[in-house]
Nanobody, 125 residues
Framework: QVQLEESGGGLVQAGGSLRLSCAAS????????MGWFRQAPGKEREVVSTINSGGWRTYYADSVKGRFTISRDNAKNTVYLRMNSLKPEDTAIYFC??????????????????WGQGTQVTVSS
């Protein structure tokens, strides 16, 4: 129903910044909860950050609080993840996802039905 395309990943030195973008097509996402997840080799997929449909309620994993910022522009049907002060442990494939719910109290991957292909983020030490 919804197609997602992530962009903005790449190679960056520790302490650097990146901004990831998630462009949605096929359906508007203004009524949906959106999320960013990541998965490193040998690790389980974990939630990074989510944002409710209206953009006023957000969730951040403890590991990224104070460094990452999620935002959305419903007019552009796009969600962003600004990543500052990147660390080598942030290295992973980052996925954008959509939940049919307008909000999720305690987000997990099971709450999200549509996923993008992911974009690689590599942070060198």
């Amino acid at each position: 129903q919804v197609q997602l395309e992530e962009s903005g990943g790449g190679l960056v030195q520790a302490g650097g910044s990146l901004r990831l973008s998630c462009a949605a097509s096929g359906r508007t996402i203004d009524n949906y909860h959106m999320g960013w997840f990541r998965q490193a080799p040998g690790k389980e997929r974990e939630v990074v950050s989510t944002i409710n449909s209206g953009g006023w309620r957000t969730y951040y994993a403890d590991s990224v609080k104070g460094r990452f910022t999620i935002s959305r522009d419903n007019a552009k049907n796009t969600v962003y993840l600004r990543m500052n002060s990147l660390k080598p442990e942030d290295t992973a494939i980052y996925f954008c996802a959509v939940s049919e719910k307008s909000y999720v109290v305690s987000p997990s991957s099971a709450d999200f039905g549509s996923w993008g292909q992911g974009t690689q983020v590599t942070v060198s030490s």
